[in-house]
């Protein structure tokens, strides 16, 4: 379970870096902003500061679709060695008889 879960965390980290980057770039926010911007949208909240530019706006919609991805990713990540446990808990052997 641990690699699973260091594995969620470095998409994670990497999808911040990426967009935090994006913030950065296209709406030239602080990295602070660009942070809690990147982090509110990862955590399906959605943007905090109002976008100003059409490469800004492009970006959020793009980047809100990838985190809806992230999202299902990382729930998967953390639920597929509990549900294998749990079939060796319940014998499960799979496949047709």
């Known amino acids: 379970m641990a690699d699973h879960v ?6 994670v ?4 870096v990426v967009g935090m ?3 950065e ?8 902003d660009a942070f809690l911007n990147t982090a509110m949208l990862l ?6 500061d109002p976008l100003r ?4 706006k492009l970006f959020a919609g793009v980047f809100a679709l990838y985190s809806g991805v992230v999202f299902l990713v990382v729930a998967g990540l953390f ?3 509990v549900i294998h446990r749990i079939a060796h808990l ?7 008889r």
């Open 6 to 11: 260091a594995l969620a965390a470095v998409l």
């Open 13 to 16: 980290g990497v999808s911040l």
């Open 21 to 23: 980057w994006g913030y």
């Open 25 to 32: 770039h296209y709406e030239h926010l602080p990295w602070r």
């Open 43 to 48: 955590g399906g909240m959605g943007p905090v």
């Open 53 to 56: 530019s059409n490469g800004g």
């Open 79 to 81: 639920l597929v060695p």
């Open 90 to 96: 319940f014998h499960f052997e799979g496949g047709p």
